[in-house]
């Protein structure tokens, strides 16, 4: 059996849980029904529903062209992208727009369920593609569950009723303390106030800070056009 992210064939077999071998599709342990390599030095491995993942999708992230499955993120000569849903580094397949430097893991394209359900807290979360807030408001949404910032350009699970957000991983993880989402504010003493006051502070000038430096960029990239185009007249 052949896949087109591989140059060796490929065997279906039984994988015991205990087994340490990695899927290369996504990074997570095999276990059950897999496709492993047949060459005697390669560890090349897949889930069977990584093999079986379609080549070309249509995802509700990113409407305006269809994504395509590759092994790895191609090479390009823009600045770094990371996957758009959780902002990591994608290293094993990802679903890409080259037009658009869209990219994400294939495990984030099919694995992020539309709506969590916490019992800490009375409303469901909804997946969110996009910041809920205008990007130029510069609102910080810290997860409720880990007390970390999230990222404006990645996805997460929010809830529009409480103005309340998570990480997506931390979406089904429960809170080590055992608050809930609500009584979290009403807790949370002065010295912590002024605490999360000043990180959200320091997110704003780190914005202001990129964006001074990408205007600064683009003045010298529109400088440099200007004298390489009056040096040939």
Not at 182 to 187: I, K, R
Not at 194 to 214: D, P, S, V, W, Y
Request: overall charge negative; hydrophobic content about 30%; glycine content about 4%.
């Amino acid at each position: 059996m052949k896949h087109f992210s591989h140059p060796h064939a490929l065997e279906l077999s039984e994988v015991q849980q205990s087994n340490e071998t990695v899927c290369s599709g996504c990074e997570n342990k095999l276990c059950g029904t897999s496709y492993k390599c047949t060459k005697p030095n390669c560890e090349f491995s897949l889930h069977k529903s990584c093999f079986e993942l379609p080549r070309k999708i249509q995802h509700n992230s990113h409407l305006k062209h269809p994504l395509t499955l590759y092994p790895t993120l191609p090479q390009r000569d823009s600045m770094y992208f990371g996957c758009n849903a959780c902002g990591e580094e994608p290293k094993c397949f990802v679903y890409e727009c080259l037009e658009c430097n869209f990219s994400l893991h294939a495990k984030c394209a099919t694995s992020w369920p539309e709506y969590v359900t916490r019992e800490d807290h009375q409303h469901s979360l909804v997946l969110q593609y996009q910041w809920p807030f205008p990007i130029y408001d510069y609102v910080n949404i810290f997860c409720e569950v880990c007390n970390g910032l999230c990222n404006d350009a990645n996805w997460l699970y929010y809830c529009a009723q409480c103005k309340l957000g998570t990480h997506l991983q931390c979406a089904t993880v429960k809170k080590e303390d055992g608050s809930s989402f609500e009584n979290e504010e009403v807790e949370m003493t002065n010295e912590q106030k002024l605490m999360m006051a000043t990180i959200k502070a320091q997110g704003q000038q780190a914005r202001l800070n990129f964006q001074a430096q990408m205007a600064y960029m683009n003045a010298q990239a529109i400088t440099n056009m200007w004298r390489s185009h009056h040096h040939y007249d």
